[in-house]
């Protein structure tokens, strides 16, 4: 593919000769946004010389995880799923601040063990350049295990991502982004299977009500609270009395006690405005 942008076209090459030099790759691939672009170019620079790695575990969504079979079957992509249960990783559960850290740590460090068991020369991530303006301290992890991030190595934004993507034909080029379950519970507060679940079954049920860019964020040592985030553009649509009595009742069935929205609208990373 050629960019209609020079200066894209110039990180593109250079993103292609980071990988051509690995000589075969491992990508944790979790389907969005990032790593689809990753993938995509790794199997065109690299052929079967590379491998995506996509993470079934309790905080990743089933429909996330359906849509990187999907999309490697489509694209003939060699892919496996590798099971993975973060609840056990110690300090997971307590949720602290740097709770990122340590599952990104044991997690990278089984996935390198896979990726050496499958014969690639390198474990790479999809992180960008933008990743490094936000509170990530499993950033910290990869670096110390390291793990590459070529996306970032060829100096690509997340708006160029996507810009490449769109060149790609990719269905995920204008997708919202996403992040683990577990990053939407309040730091301290005590995460477990059960309440993963609620939060999952919740946000699977506003997207089939045609909400696309959400969060419903936990508050409570129960997790009694669902404060839930759209866009701003759409409060109005969710405020509707039908629609929100039909949330409303749809959530306090799956266990929570209060349903509130968030009159801020989504913002990525809400939870660490709290730091």
């Known amino acids: 593919m050629r960019a209609e942008n ?3 076209q110039e990180k593109l090459d250079s993103l292609m000769h980071i990988l051509s030099q690995m000589g075969s790759v491992a990508v944790a691939y979790s389907a969005g946004v990032d790593s689809t672009l990753l993938a995509t170019v790794a199997h065109e620079v690299l052929g079967n010389n590379m491998l995506a790695i996509t993470v079934a575990g309790h905080s990743i969504p089933a429909r996330e995880i359906e849509r990187a079979r999907a999309f490697c079957a489509e694209r003939h992509i060699p892919h496996v799923v590798m099971p993975f249960d973060e609840l056990e990783v110690p300090g997971f559960r307590d949720n602290p601040k740097d709770r990122c850290y340590h599952c990104k740590k044991e997690l990278f460090k089984r996935m390198a063990t896979l990726a050496v068991e499958h014969k690639m020369a390198c474990l790479v991530d ?7 303006g936000d509170y990530r301290p499993g950033l910290r992890a990869l670096s110390e295990l390291g793990i ?3 996306l970032q190595e060829a100096g690509l934004t997340k708006a160029e991502i996507r810009e490449l993507s769109r060149g790609y034909g990719l269905p995920t080029w204008d997708m919202p ?4 379950l577990a990053s939407r519970f ?3 507060e005590a995460i477990t299977l059960e309440k993963l679940k609620r939060v999952e079954r919740a946000e699977d049920y506003l997207h089939d009500l045609g909400f696309v860019q959400l969060r419903v964020r936990v508050h409570g040592a129960a997790g009694e609270l ?16 039908l629609t929100r009595e039909q949330v409303v009742a749809y959530l306090k069935e799956l266990g929570f006690t209060y349903v509130t929205l968030d009159l801020a609208g989504f913002r990525s990373g809400a939870m660490n405005e709290v730091l």
């Open 148 to 150: 590459r991030s070529p």
């Open 186 to 188: 309040a730091y301290g």
């Open 177 to 180: 982004s996403a992040a683990c």
């Open 226 to 241: 669902a404060r839930i985030e759209v866009m701003p553009d759409k409060l109005a649509q969710l405020a509707d009395p």
């Open 6 to 8: 020079q200066v894209l």
């Open 126 to 132: 999809g992180s960008n350049v933008d990743d490094q």
